[in-house]
């Protein structure tokens, strides 16, 4: 296992640039997804039609169950899978953008995912509207050499397409859902369905090859729907469907009640996670109550919750107040491109203090790669870009925090340094800058870091592992940041031992 971020700087991929043999593996014409671009803005619009007009996704979503059902699905929508009481499983949040930071990510999952049972996808699995097309360079070649099941959560690009494509690729349908009744003119519904995204005519004629590339029976699975939950060992892992909005509608939110009542201990996958950027977002269910409700209920045994959608790694021990502790990780670094970390302000959510928190990328790497990056783009380098050592310098001063690994020489943060950071949206404690910093944050978290793609390592994306005994189970965060020496021995960024009895 080699260092990792938190050991020294080389260990987060700085300073080398011998690039992994990733790039043997992604297509010569892979896409490069600008978010800046107008197009992709354009197609990926539903989410948007949905929020000022109304969300149709609980409606479709009740259709494709119908349809499921119909096909002999089993009713509570469980799989059960047949293994020992000690087994181990991949988390794989927000992957299919296709290009080399995906592929980058592959290697090293092959190597510590390659005893594992099965893996799953959280959120996003295809970008940037879910077509079924995209599945080829973005879903079947890169994890081809995965000899084991996939399990897959729609994110909100997966619903761009109304869930056409995840699943005829997760769900074998065959195609999509025929067309609902046309809404009453001159009403919202009527001018969202004008303007509404749909696959394109044609879309998915080249599936049937692309499915070759995992064709062998272990490799093989067929899910219920969106949503599910899978038997395994001793516990059950539940995954829901969070659609374009993050929210659950009342059919799920009925499910979801039901299937926690098992008495065997719990793991959630959502698309939207419950903790994020030191904000909670418990994610609301159509009638009342919340996702966070349910899982915080002893009854329900729940010991994590594990959310895409965010693109990087971050984790919340909360300790309840019956003196349990709920880990809550956002687990979406996966391929797409990296969401700032230096915008999360010093920790301090329901209990959970900087001493507990951890995240990945660093926030000091996270605001080195922006400043490059940012640099880069406004050719104004000699101001923007900071070393790892200045970036981490100045997040310790507006955090007020130590550092994170073993400083080199002091560094002295200048008036350039904190300019910088507060342009680029860098976090403060929460008794500084109250009245700036959220708007700020907020902008640059959806405006800046879509544009963060980039094609230089370090990547900085990762993966879970997760080990199950009866016992306990072990969660590790394992880095890919696109260099030659993480790929080799995939660095462990996080790791905590969770009780289940």
Same mark, same amino acid.
């Given at each position: 296992?080699?260092?990792?971020?938190?050991?020294?700087?080389?260990?987060?991929?700085?300073?080398v640039?011998?690039?992994?043999?990733?790039?043997?593996?992604?297509?010569?014409?892979?896409?490069?997804?600008?978010?800046?671009?107008?197009?992709?803005?354009?197609?990926?619009?539903?989410?948007?039609?949905?929020?000022?007009l109304?969300?149709?996704?609980?409606?479709?979503?009740?259709?494709?169950?119908?349809?499921?059902a119909?096909?002999?699905?089993?009713?509570?929508?469980?799989?059960?899978?047949?293994?020992?009481?000690?087994?181990?499983?991949?988390?794989?949040?927000?992957?299919g953008?296709?290009?080399?930071?995906?592929?980058?990510?592959?290697?090293?999952? !092959?190597?510590?995912?390659?005893?594992?049972?099965?893996?799953? &996808?959280?959120?996003?699995?295809? /970008?940037?509207?879910?077509?079924?097309?995209?599945?080829?360079?973005?879903?079947?070649?890169?994890?081809?050499?995965?000899?084991?099941?996939?399990?897959?959560?729609?994110?909100?690009?997966?619903?761009?397409?109304?869930?056409?494509?995840?699943?005829?690729?997760?769900?074998?349908?065959?195609?999509?859902?025929?067309?609902?009744?046309?809404?009453?003119p001159?009403?919202?519904?009527?001018?969202?369905?004008?303007?509404?995204?749909?696959?394109?005519?044609?879309?998915?004629?080249?599936?049937?090859?692309?499915?070759?590339?995992?064709?062998?029976?272990?490799?093989?699975a067929?899910?219920?729907?969106? /949503?599910?939950?899978?038997?395994?060992?001793?516990?059950?892992?539940?995954?829901?469907?969070?659609?374009?909005?993050? $929210?659950?509608?009342a059919?799920?939110?009925?499910?979801?009640?039901e299937?926690?009542?098992?008495?065997?201990?719990?793991? &959630?996958?959502?698309?939207?996670?419950? /903790?994020?950027?030191?904000?909670?977002?418990?994610?609301?269910?159509?009638?009342?109550?919340?996702?966070?409700?349910?899982?915080?209920?002893?009854?329900?045994?729940?010991?994590?919750?594990?959310?895409?959608?965010?693109?990087?790694?971050?984790?919340?021990?909360?300790? &309840?107040?019956?003196?349990?502790?709920?880990? /809550?990780?956002?687990?979406?670094?996966?391929?797409?491109? $990296?969401?700032?970390?230096?915008?999360?302000?010093?920790?301090?959510? %329901?209990?959970?203090?900087?001493?507990?928190?951890?995240?990945?990328?660093?926030?000091?790497?996270?605001?080195?790669?922006?400043?490059?990056?940012?640099g880069?783009?406004?050719?104004?380098?000699?101001?923007?870009?900071?070393?790892?050592?200045?970036?981490?310098?100045?997040?310790?001063?507006?955090?007020?925090?130590?550092?994170t690994?073993?400083?080199?020489?002091?560094?002295?943060?200048?008036?350039?340094?904190? !300019?910088?950071?507060?342009?680029?949206?860098?976090?403060?404690r929460?008794?500084?800058?109250?009245?700036?910093r959220?708007?700020?944050?907020?902008?640059?978290?959806?405006?800046?870091?879509?544009?963060? %793609?980039?094609?230089?390592?370090?990547?900085?994306?990762?993966f879970?592992?997760?080990?199950?005994?009866?016992?306990?189970?072990?969660?590790?965060?394992?880095?890919?940041?696109?260099?030659?020496?993480?790929?080799?021995?995939?660095? @462990?960024?996080?790791?905590?031992? @969770?009780?289940?009895?």
């Amino acid at each position: 296992m080699s260092e990792s971020s938190r050991d020294t700087a080389e260990g987060a991929g700085w300073g080398v640039s011998e690039r992994g043999e990733y790039m043997r593996l992604v297509p010569r014409q892979a896409e490069k997804i600008s978010w800046l671009d107008p197009r992709h803005l354009w197609a990926a619009r539903n989410g948007v039609l949905a929020s000022w007009l109304g969300d149709p996704t609980g409606e479709v979503r009740s259709r494709w169950a119908a349809r499921r059902a119909a096909a002999g699905a089993p009713a509570d929508r469980v799989i059960r899978r047949d293994g020992p009481d000690r087994f181990s499983f991949l988390v794989i949040g927000d992957t299919g953008e296709g290009g080399e930071p995906q592929y980058a990510v592959v290697p090293g999952l !092959l190597k510590e995912g390659r005893d594992t049972a099965f893996a799953v &996808l959280a959120s996003d699995v295809i /970008y940037p509207v879910g077509g079924a097309d995209d599945y080829g360079p973005k879903f079947f070649r890169p994890y081809q050499d995965y000899q084991a099941p996939v399990y897959a959560i729609p994110g909100n690009h997966d619903w761009y397409e109304d869930l056409a494509g995840f699943m005829r690729v997760f769900c074998d349908e065959t195609g999509p859902l025929p067309p609902a009744p046309a809404p009453r003119p001159l009403t919202r519904a009527w001018l969202r369905s004008l303007l509404w995204h749909r696959p394109r005519p044609g879309d998915g004629e080249r599936l049937d090859e692309a499915r070759k590339l995992r064709s062998s029976p272990a490799q093989q699975a067929v899910q219920p729907g969106p /949503y599910w939950a899978v038997d395994a060992g001793p516990i059950r892992i539940v995954g829901i469907d969070t659609g374009l909005l993050g $929210t659950l509608d009342a059919e799920q939110g009925a499910w979801l009640r039901e299937v926690s009542r098992d008495p065997r201990p719990k793991i &959630l996958v959502t698309g939207s996670p419950l /903790y994020v950027d030191g904000e909670h977002h418990p994610c609301p269910i159509e009638g009342g109550g919340t996702v966070d409700d349910i899982v915080r209920d002893p009854a329900h045994r729940y010991v994590a919750s594990i959310g895409g959608d965010i693109h990087n790694y971050q984790r919340y021990p909360v300790r &309840l107040d019956d003196g349990r502790t709920l880990q /809550y990780v956002v687990a979406g670094g996966g391929g797409a491109f $990296t969401h700032a970390t230096h915008t999360i302000p010093r920790v301090d959510v %329901a209990g959970v203090t900087e001493a507990d928190f951890r995240c990945y990328p660093l926030r000091g790497d996270s605001l080195a790669f922006y400043s490059g990056l940012y640099g880069r783009r406004t050719r104004l380098r000699r101001f923007f870009s900071l070393t790892e050592a200045e970036a981490a310098a100045v997040i310790a001063e507006r955090l007020g925090i130590g550092p994170t690994r073993a400083p080199g020489a002091p560094v002295r943060v200048t008036r350039r340094m904190r !300019l910088v950071a507060g342009l680029l949206g860098t976090g403060r404690r929460p008794d500084r800058g109250k009245r700036f910093r959220l708007p700020v944050r907020k902008a640059y978290q959806s405006l800046f870091s879509p544009g963060s %793609a980039t094609y230089s390592p370090p990547f900085f994306k990762s993966f879970l592992r997760i080990d199950v005994t009866p016992q306990a189970l072990r969660l590790r965060c394992f880095a890919a940041t696109g260099q030659r020496a993480q790929e080799v021995a995939p660095p @462990v960024e996080d790791e905590v031992t @969770v009780p289940l009895t």
